[in-house]
């Protein structure tokens, strides 16, 4: 198989808080992977795409100072997001694959909610 | 830019009908096209890929087929069952590369017992 985790998958803090989100393939190495948001009731939408050992690519609209993100090895990314707004409160997923071309795997996504 | 549209946006069926989810994208230069299933709050299933040089995909109850010229894909579901209840997603990657996936806004299929 090809496994995915994420963690937390819950976060609830105040405003002002920097907030860390790992991403991790548990029985393969990825050499890129994905990261997404979704608000409620609309579509994922990708944020950045991470390859191992470089930085990350952001999409347009992602303000890459808000969003850090690390790859910092084949099997884990993870997204900071700095000083966190209840704007920013959303469903953030990521995924994971082998190599160019190969499937994406999913994690089960983290529940960001900024109070 | 590519766009992929779902419709429904949602769809309500009694317990052991056969549905038909859509799916157009409008950019036909894809590599392949993938659908999930979404539990809510939880994260993405993969049900079926078909490659772009391919028309159908089966998987037990679940078909999807590809009409890449067109920019059209269905997932039929047969025979359904209230814990088929989620949220469809249909997604497309690019020809060019290493490109992420693009998606539609999904289906919230209801199926009621």
């Known amino acids: 198989g090809a496994v995915v985790s994420q963690h937390p998958s819950r976060v609830i803090c105040k405003s002002g808080t920097s907030v860390k989100i790992e991403c991790r393939s548990l029985?393969?190495?990825?050499?890129?992977m994905f990261w997404y948001r979704q608000f409620p009731k609309q579509s994922l939408m990708l944020m950045a795409t991470s390859n191992e050992g470089s930085k990350a690519t952001y999409e347009q609209g992602v303000e890459k100072d808000k969003f850090l993100i690390n790859h910092a090895s084949l099997t884990l990314s993870t997204l900071t997001v700095t000083s966190a707004h209840p704007e920013d409160s959303s469903f953030y997923i990521c995924s994971a694959s082998r190599q160019e071309y190969s499937p994406q795997h999913f994690g089960d996504g983290t529940r960001l909610s900024i109070l | 830019k590519q766009e992929v549209t779902q419709i429904p946006a949602a769809l309500s069926v009694p317990e052991g009908e056969n549905l038909v989810l859509n799916c157009s994208f409008t950019d036909s230069a894809i590599y392949n096209l993938q659908w999930f299933r979404q539990d809510p709050g939880k994260g993405l299933t993969s049900l079926l890929l078909i490659q772009s040089s391919q028309r159908e995909q089966t998987s037990g109850r679940l078909n999807a087929s590809l009409d890449k010229s067109s920019g059209r894909s269905t997932l039929y579901i047969a025979a359904s069952q209230p814990g088929d209840s989620a949220t469809y997603l249909c997604?497309?990657?690019?020809?060019?590369?290493?490109?992420?996936?693009?998606f539609g806004k999904g289906t919230r299929l209801s199926v009621i017992a």
């Open positions: 029985d393969f190495q990825a050499t890129t």
């Open positions: 997604a497309v990657i690019g020809a060019s590369g290493n490109t992420p996936l693009v």
